[in-house]
């Protein structure tokens, strides 16, 4: 039997075995493309993006968001500064940041970062920024604009002024744009709180303020203590945190079809990286005790008189965190600037 098969395989023609060795790679090329990916701490190309002729959009994705671990990514389970990081994640895969210490890769890209995207040239503008996001800077705006575009005089009136300079004012597409997503309720864009959006990126900020040294590891992980606390009076899960970070995102960057879909495979390999089958928060428990802050970012910020307090009548419609930190601001400010009482 071994001589009958021996001499028919001889009689085969190297044409077809090479036509055989081409098709059995073919067909071994998504499984060996996928071995490869994960010894190289990636993630493999998912079966949908495959199909659409979409691998290397994702390759490159993916490749650009590999997490960096400090020790061993075992321990981070069990370690307390991985958890009070958590929110800084998302940046940290951006930037090739270790995930799970405060040290940061490169401090002159993040000096050069803070004052050309945000402004920030010291101390104070620093922690005055972490707590206008704490405060709800961008978030608000967005809910009040959802709240306003509920008004169909309203939205009307303000397209038509917009059609007048969207030509000469990138802020007026912008504005245009999302009227338009809320008014369609893209993406669900209705029954999001948008609070993620600013959290995370203040977490962001108050790594790369302790690696500039304008905040101490004290302050640092004091800070970062307060901003899982406010995210935990938030939301209920990491996904659900991620899903309004990502759509906050979105909202902001307010792009064309082209530059959105290059933004959605960004996300994507984000979220894959963060909640996939080995994703970091997985490992991190959402609910997992937070040390008690001790608000030492509003006494930064009351230390150079930018504390706000709300008016009685905000006060009356802000939600529970954002009476906690009023509570704070209150007892940090002059009783002639406003502090103090409103305690229910």
């Given at each position: 039997?071994r001589d009958v ?6 009689q085969i023609p190297?044409?077809?075995?090479f036509a ?20 190289r701490g990636?993630?493999?190309?998912p079966s949908?993006?495959?199909?659409a002729?979409?691998?290397?959009e994702w390759?490159k ?6 997490p ?8 981070m389970a069990s ?9 800084s994640?998302p940046?940290?895969l951006?930037n090739?940041?270790p995930v799970?210490?405060?040290e940061?890769?490169?401090?002159e890209d993040t000096?050069?970062?803070?004052e050309d ?7 104070a503008d620093?922690?005055?920024?972490i ?5 709800g800077?961008?978030s608000k705006?967005y809910?009040?604009?959802?709240s ?6 309203w939205?009307?009136r303000?397209?038509e002024d917009l059609d007048?300079t969207?030509?000469k ?9 999302r009227?338009?997503?809320f008014?369609?309720?893209?993406r ?16 962001m900020l108050?790594?790369?303020g ?10 640092a ?5 307060l901003?899982n606390?406010?995210?935990?009076m ?13 759509l ?8 064309g079809?082209e530059?959105?879909?290059a ?12 909640l996939?089958?080995r ?9 997992a005790p937070i040390?008690?802050s001790r608000f ?6 009351a230390?150079i008189?930018?504390l706000?307090v709300?008016s009685?009548?905000?006060?009356r419609k ?16 002059p ?5 103090k009482?409103?305690?229910?």
């Amino acid at each position: 039997m071994r001589d009958v098969i021996l001499r028919f395989l001889s009689q085969i023609p190297a044409p077809v075995w090479f036509a055989l060795g081409v098709f059995a790679l073919w067909c071994l090329h998504g499984p060996l493309d996928d071995l490869v990916a994960i010894a190289r701490g990636r993630i493999p190309t998912p079966s949908d993006l495959r199909k659409a002729g979409k691998t290397k959009e994702w390759k490159k994705a993916s490749a650009e968001h590999v997490p960096v671990v400090s020790g061993s990514r075992a321990s981070m389970a069990s370690d307390p500064h991985a958890r009070l990081l958590a929110p800084s994640f998302p940046n940290a895969l951006c930037n090739d940041n270790p995930v799970n210490v405060l040290e940061i890769a490169s401090v002159e890209d993040t000096r050069k970062m803070l004052e050309d995207g945000w402004g920030i040239t010291n101390r104070a503008d620093l922690v005055t920024r972490i707590y206008r996001l704490l405060c709800g800077d961008h978030s608000k705006g967005y809910a009040a604009l959802r709240s306003r575009c509920a008004d169909p005089k309203w939205v009307e009136r303000v397209l038509e002024d917009l059609d007048k300079t969207v030509d000469k004012s990138t802020m007026d597409v912008e504005m245009c744009w999302r009227i338009h997503r809320f008014l369609n309720n893209d993406r669900g864009i209705q029954d999001v709180e948008f609070a993620a959006w600013d959290l995370m990126r203040a977490a962001m900020l108050t790594r790369s303020g302790f690696a500039l040294g304008w905040l101490s590891e004290d302050e640092a992980w004091d800070t970062l203590a307060l901003i899982n606390h406010a995210l935990q009076m938030h939301y209920s899960s990491w996904d659900e945190a991620w899903e309004a970070y990502r759509l906050g995102r979105w909202l902001w960057a307010a792009e064309g079809p082209e530059e959105e879909t290059a933004d959605d495979m960004h996300d994507r390999a984000r979220g894959a990286y963060l909640l996939g089958k080995r994703g970091l928060w997985k490992s991190l428990p959402w609910d997992a005790p937070i040390p008690e802050s001790r608000f030492l970012l509003l006494d930064a910020v009351a230390a150079i008189g930018r504390l706000q307090v709300l008016s009685v009548s905000n006060w009356r419609k802000a939600s529970a965190w954002e009476r906690e930190l009023d509570a704070q601001a209150r007892w940090r400010t002059p009783l002639a600037m406003g502090g103090k009482p409103i305690v229910h």
